[in-house]
């Protein structure tokens, strides 16, 4: 019968390093303490690297949060927008046209949508998070429990 390690791993710090993005740092969940911690992507210290490849099963690499991802999130927003000067403006941006800002900057002057458009976004981390920890056989307590109840 397989047994559950059950360790605390902090939602706040895994959301944080999974959205991250920074290309010099590289973050890992150590799967038997809980504990996110990064190592600089260019690092010259063998050691950690090392001590990192040998120990696969206990340390995990966390993706990072890339430009693609970023674009998939902006494109499934602007294609939900129905104000058609808005979601043209903002499609513009998206190709680089000058000279538009940052949808970020241009969301700021509609308020709504820049909720919604933030909740998009933590819809779509929060979801690719859950799916990247069930890949990888970390699950949270409640999915644990629902499991039981159906024992």
Same mark, same amino acid.
Do not use: C
């Given at each position: 019968?397989?047994?559950?390690?059950?360790?605390?791993?902090?939602?706040?710090?895994?959301?944080?390093?999974?959205?991250?993005?920074? +290309?010099?740092?590289?973050?890992?969940?150590?799967?038997?303490?809980?504990?996110?911690?990064?190592? +600089?992507?260019?690092?010259?210290?063998?050691?950690?690297?090392?001590?990192?490849?040998?120990?696969?099963?206990?340390?995990?690499?966390?993706? +990072?949060?890339?430009?693609?991802?970023?674009?998939?999130?902006?494109?499934?927003?602007?294609?939900?927008?129905?104000?058609?000067?808005?979601?043209?403006?903002?499609?513009?941006?998206?190709?680089?046209?000058? +000279?538009?800002?940052?949808?970020?900057?241009?969301?700021?002057?509609?308020?709504?949508?820049?909720?919604?458009?933030?909740?998009?976004?933590?819809?779509?981390?929060?979801?690719?998070?859950?799916?990247?920890?069930?890949?990888?056989?970390?699950?949270?307590?409640?999915?644990?429990?629902?499991?039981?109840?159906?024992?």
């Amino acid at each position: 019968m397989a047994t559950i390690h059950s360790v605390e791993i902090s939602w706040e710090d895994l959301l944080g390093a999974f959205t991250s993005g920074q +290309p010099d740092k590289a973050y890992y969940l150590d799967r038997l303490t809980g504990e996110i911690f990064s190592v +600089p992507s260019s690092s010259e210290n063998n050691e950690v690297r090392q001590q990192l490849s040998s120990n696969v099963e206990r340390f995990l690499e966390i993706p +990072p949060f890339d430009y693609r991802s970023e674009r998939q999130i902006v494109t499934e927003f602007v294609a939900q927008i129905a104000d058609s000067e808005l979601r043209e403006l903002l499609r513009n941006s998206l190709a680089g046209r000058k +000279p538009y800002g940052k949808i970020e900057d241009i969301l700021s002057f509609y308020p709504e949508e820049e909720d919604r458009f933030a909740l998009l976004k933590d819809q779509f981390l929060s979801n690719r998070l859950k799916n990247w920890m069930e890949e990888n056989n970390l699950f949270t307590a409640d999915t644990v429990l629902q499991g039981m109840k159906h024992l």
